[in-house]
């Protein structure tokens, strides 16, 4: 039998579970997010797409698979 | 002579009631705020027309009764089994990266889920509800409508028609109620505070979430899994980038379907006979003391982390309105007002979006601690 005062305890009990629960998702997802950071594209966007262009009114046929930058 | 009055006697016309004609006018009022004000077409629609089905007489077309309605309720209802399947939909159309960039948000997202507490308690102590009635009547704190019908069907099913239609008007009426408490409870410095564009997020992590949220919430709360594993099952058909069929039909078709049938059936719990008393008028009285204390409880939350945290990562606490689960409505809202009070200088329209999917993780998680501890 639940008695009244125990509606207050139920209700503390599930916030704080939420917040429990969801703290615990913050901090997973904030090391899984660490672990595998996006991979910036080493070359500039504009590059790649000044050279797609150029590449396919030269060879339009052709199709591009890797542009690699030497320095 | 005889036979004409007997069929006059069992037409519809004949058997009307004050409390039919009551209702019309209910479920008129619902289409009209749908076609004309567009608050929640998709839903007030349908369940404004079920209201409409439901109170005609000998037609038997209402969800506790024995007609075709009926049969959808039993099946698809009280089985539990269309607001999952909602759920699934939600996950397909919702984008996590918001909530992934700024994982601390999902804090924000859980104590917006205040107000679905102190509705509950409100409606044991002040309105004398039973606990179980109290509990689904608090979960419309969480601006959830699948939620509110998961949760009703099982702990209140008497009361689903009024704790349906108060979550989805009130969800509708977001612009209106959350404004004056962000401005009662924002200084003009807060609402100047412009956070920064979180990182973008790999593929791996957008993908590993929804596999590690499922897991992680239906081991932690159980009676959260329905919800929370379709939500997440669809989530990552969205993401992957290998199931674009189903992910089409998740997010299109079948949850369209299902709309169509849960509203009516909502509706159709709204005859008059389970709608026209005083506990409606309570629960629309509690329904929106539920979503006023959510809203609260987001930007408390937002400004006691801000005690905390140094100059530049401060959050612009408005955006812990956003963590009412009302996706994207809450987190336009807080972008508009924010906007509107920082002569557009500010937009939290992305930080908003982390807190806002945060609290559909949220609600889905209280429900099921209610259904654990009261089921």
């Known amino acids: 039998m639940i008695t009244t005062s125990s509606l207050l305890t139920i209700c503390i009990s599930a916030f704080l579970a939420v917040f429990l629960l969801l703290l615990i998702l913050a901090i997973v997802m904030h090391l899984i997010v660490i672990i595998f950071p996006e991979k910036s594209s080493a070359i500039n966007p504009i590059v790649i797409a000044a050279v797609s262009s150029t590449m396919s009114s030269i060879f339009p046929n052709s199709k591009i698979t890797k542009i690699e930058e030497i320095k | 002579m005889g036979t004409v009055n007997q069929l006059l006697q069992q037409s519809g016309f004949a058997n009307l009631t004050w409390g039919n004609l009551v209702m019309f006018i209910i479920a008129g009022t619902l289409i009209y705020l749908a076609i004309v004000k567009k608050y929640e077409p998709l839903l007030l629609i349908p369940i404004g027309f079920g209201t409409i089905l439901a109170n005609l007489p000998l037609a038997d077309l209402g969800s506790y009764g024995n007609g075709i309605i009926a049969l959808i309720y039993k099946q698809g209802i009280r089985t539990e089994l269309l607001p999952p399947i909602i759920f699934l939909g939600i996950g397909v159309l919702t984008d996590f990266r918001p909530l992934l960039g700024r994982p601390m948000t999902f804090l924000l997202g859980a104590a917006a889920q205040l107000g679905i507490f102190v509705a509950a308690i409100g409606a044991a102590y002040l309105f004398g509800f039973s606990y179980r009635e109290a509990a689904s009547i608090g979960i419309i704190g969480g601006a959830d409508g699948p939620t509110s019908i998961f949760i009703t069907s099982q702990l209140a099913p008497h009361l689903l028609g009024p704790i349906a239609v108060a979550a989805y008007s009130y969800m ?204």
């Open chain 2, 172 to 375: 509708a009426l977001v612009p209106i109620i959350q404004p004056p408490i962000l401005r009662l409870l924002t200084t003009k410095k807060e609402r100047y505070i412009d956070m920064p564009q979180t990182k973008p997020v790999s593929k791996t992590a957008v993908i590993l979430f929804p596999i590690i949220t499922g897991i992680v919430a239906a081991l932690g709360v159980p009676s959260s899994a329905p919800l929370i594993g379709m939500l997440m099952f669809g989530n990552l058909i969205r993401e992957c980038g290998v199931t674009e069929r189903l992910r089409k039909t998740a997010g299109g078709a079948l949850i369209d379907i299902v709309t169509i049938f849960l509203g009516l059936v909502v509706g159709a719990t709204m005859d008059s006979l389970h709608f026209l008393n005083l506990k409606t008028l309570m629960i629309l009285i509690l329904g929106i003391l539920a979503f006023a204390f959510s809203t609260a409880g987001g930007i408390l939350f937002a400004k006691l982390v801000n005690l905390f945290m140094p100059g530049s990562k401060k959050i612009n606490p408005c955006i812990g309105a956003a963590g009412v689960s009302a996706v994207p409505m809450a987190a336009r809202v807080v972008q508009k007002f924010v906007s509107d009070n920082t002569d557009g200088t500010v937009n939290p329209l992305m930080p908003a979006m982390g807190p806002n999917v945060a609290g559909v993780i949220g609600s889905a998680v209280a429900a099921g601690v209610f259904l654990t501890l009261l089921g």
